[in-house]
């Protein structure tokens, strides 16, 4: 059995409107397959917590994704979805409130 080198990064950001698809993260298409975060979100008092697998797929291309195991204090705080532009896989957050923190951990596999 060989394993894959895997690259995880942890980070944080805050958005400050409620404007639709923000870049939460990017990778590069042709470096990566596809990358699985888990998401603290935090706005006020409330809390989201959420992982998402998002993978390239090169034959169409396009960007997939599935959001599961979902967490939320109260209601949801963002709506995530994602898109490829210029070479680049997207990670796209439209939040419900306009002062949203994420803490997000980042694994990705190598093309």
């Given at each position: 059995m060989k394993f894959?080198?895997?690259?995880?990064?942890?980070?944080?950001?805050?958005?400050?409107?409620?404007t639709a698809d923000q870049v939460l993260d990017t990778f590069s298409a042709t470096s990566y397959i596809g990358a699985k975060y888990?998401?603290?979100?935090?706005s006020g008092t409330s809390m989201h917590?959420?992982?998402?697998?998002?993978v390239y797929y090169s034959v169409t291309p396009?960007?997939?994704m599935s959001?599961?195991?979902?967490?939320?204090?109260n209601s949801a705080l963002a709506t995530f979805t994602a898109d490829i532009s210029s070479g680049s896989v997207r990670l796209l957050v439209t939040?419900?409130?306009?002062?949203?923190?994420?803490?997000?951990?980042?694994?990705?596999?190598?093309?």
């Open positions: 894959l080198n895997q690259i995880e990064n942890a980070f944080t950001k805050t958005t400050s409107t409620t888990l998401i603290h979100v935090v917590f959420t992982e998402i697998m998002l396009a960007a997939l959001e599961y195991g979902t967490i939320v204090s939040p419900v409130n306009a002062s949203t923190t994420y803490k997000i951990i980042r694994s990705v596999m190598p093309a």
